[in-house]
């Protein structure tokens, strides 16, 4: 692809996209994502033809939910489209996978499950875009939350359905991905990657992690732990870089070099440590998460608390180390 591909993902406006780095680099890793998740839908239906294990109508709206939020990535890469538009396009891959039978169920009321989706699918998508601004970083990120899911998957005896192979084919993407994105990167995954994987991750955490399959009876607060902890670093640092541009007076959706990775920089870590910080967080999280659902059978109020606290540790951890560099950030 970079042999073909100049400019595709490369903007001149420094105002639009503020990266770590200041090299202007080819978004190339969406397109390659979206190629890969249609060759795995095509294999699976070559591999899996003699079991009947065919692509239903869930599935469906996973694949025109996932391939709107690609053509708004693109779009977006291309032309720089209108935030209002990014939104609107985000809520309408909320909907499709609600009408399609993807959505978090966890409450009584289907309006609150819908609202919850609705807002887990945008804010994913954002998050994901928003974590985007280092060499490595969401790749890797995405490697563990990919790997995690597959391992429930496997955990369940959920071999032979099309959801293991795109799983198994985005682990392959990002893999070879990442080996282009590591710094210093050659390509980046651009609008189009970061879309793409949200309305992705977003259906696949729904139906995994959300509503894990299990014979046991689920709590609300151990439902609400297992994405959490799963997507940490995204929600960490979105949460983070909001709280603090409303502090300051400035819009949350200003791009800026104040993200949770830019002050682990500024703490003297090179990009390469500060990927190998990010990474042992997201795998010890993920590690935790494969735990809960596979070993813990009883849960009690103590587990609850438990994992809470690791959860703000980690979260306070950051926070501070972002609010001890704030004026690096501002003069940055």
Same mark, same amino acid.
């Given at each position: 692809?970079?042999?073909?591909? %100049?400019?595709?993902?490369?903007?001149?406006?420094?105002?639009?996209?503020?990266?770590?780095? @200041? $090299?202007?680099?080819?978004?190339?890793?969406?397109?390659?994502?979206?190629?890969?998740?249609?060759?795995?839908?095509? /294999?699976?239906? +070559?591999?899996?033809?003699?079991?009947?294990?065919?692509? @239903?109508?869930?599935?469906?709206?996973?694949?025109?939910?996932?391939?709107?939020?690609?053509?708004?990535?693109?779009?977006?890469?291309?032309?720089?489209?209108?935030?209002?538009?990014?939104?609107?396009? $985000?809520?309408?891959?909320?909907?499709?996978?609600?009408?399609?039978?993807?959505?978090? @169920?966890?409450?009584?009321?289907?309006?609150?499950?819908?609202?919850?989706?609705?807002?887990?699918?945008?804010?994913?998508?954002?998050?994901?875009?928003?974590?985007?601004?280092?060499?490595?970083?969401?790749?890797?990120?995405?490697?563990?939350?990919?790997?995690?899911?597959?391992?429930?998957?496997?955990?369940?005896?959920?071999?032979?359905?099309?959801?293991?192979?795109?799983?198994?084919?985005?682990?392959?993407?990002?893999?070879?991905? /990442?080996?282009?994105?590591?710094?210093?990167?050659?390509?980046?995954?651009?609008?189009?990657?970061? $879309?793409?994987?949200?309305?992705?991750?977003?259906?696949?955490?729904?139906?995994?992690?959300?509503?894990?399959?299990?014979?046991? &009876? /689920?709590?609300?607060?151990?439902?609400?732990?297992?994405?959490?902890?799963?997507?940490?670093?995204?929600?960490? @640092?979105?949460?983070?870089?909001?709280?603090?541009?409303?502090? %300051?007076?400035?819009?949350?959706?200003?791009?800026?070099?104040?993200?949770?990775?830019?002050?682990?920089?500024?703490?003297?870590?090179? &990009?390469? $440590?500060?990927?190998?910080?990010?990474?042992?967080?997201?795998?010890?999280?993920?590690?935790?998460?494969?735990?809960?659902?596979?070993?813990? %059978?009883?849960?009690?109020?103590?587990?609850?608390?438990?994992?809470?606290?690791?959860?703000?540790?980690? +979260?306070?951890?950051?926070?501070?180390?972002?609010? %001890?560099?704030?004026?690096?950030?501002?003069?940055?």
């Amino acid at each position: 692809m970079l042999r073909f591909v %100049k400019t595709l993902g490369i903007r001149n406006e420094s105002e639009t996209v503020i990266r770590w780095s @200041d $090299q202007v680099k080819p978004a190339l890793g969406g397109l390659t994502f979206y190629i890969i998740f249609l060759l795995s839908i095509i /294999l699976h239906s +070559f591999i899996f033809s003699y079991s009947g294990s065919n692509i @239903d109508f869930k599935f469906t709206g996973i694949v025109g939910a996932t391939s709107l939020g690609f053509l708004m990535g693109l779009s977006d890469d291309a032309y720089n489209t209108r935030p209002v538009l990014k939104f609107l396009t $985000q809520v309408l891959c909320g909907v499709i996978l609600i009408y399609s039978g993807t959505f978090i @169920d966890i409450f009584d009321s289907n309006i609150l499950n819908y609202s919850l989706t609705i807002l887990w699918v945008v804010g994913l998508m954002n998050s994901i875009n928003m974590l985007d601004n280092m060499d490595g970083i969401t790749t890797i990120v995405s490697i563990v939350i990919s790997f995690t899911i597959l391992l429930l998957m496997l955990i369940n005896n959920d071999t032979d359905s099309v959801g293991t192979t795109i799983t198994i084919g985005l682990l392959a993407a990002l893999l070879g991905f /990442l080996y282009f994105n590591w710094s210093p990167s050659k390509m980046y995954m651009g609008d189009t990657g970061s $879309q793409y994987l949200g309305v992705l991750l977003a259906a696949l955490s729904i139906n995994y992690l959300w509503n894990p399959v299990t014979t046991e &009876e /689920l709590s609300i607060s151990r439902q609400l732990l297992i994405p959490l902890l799963s997507f940490i670093i995204p929600i960490v @640092d979105t949460t983070t870089v909001v709280i603090k541009r409303i502090g %300051k007076g400035n819009s949350p959706f200003v791009g800026g070099k104040d993200h949770t990775t830019h002050h682990l920089s500024y703490l003297g870590l090179s &990009e390469k $440590q500060v990927a190998a910080v990010i990474a042992l967080i997201s795998i010890v999280s993920s590690a935790i998460v494969v735990y809960i659902i596979s070993s813990i %059978k009883v849960w009690s109020h103590l587990y609850t608390i438990i994992f809470i606290l690791y959860f703000l540790i980690v +979260f306070g951890v950051l926070f501070v180390i972002a609010k %001890k560099n704030i004026n690096k950030s501002i003069d940055d």
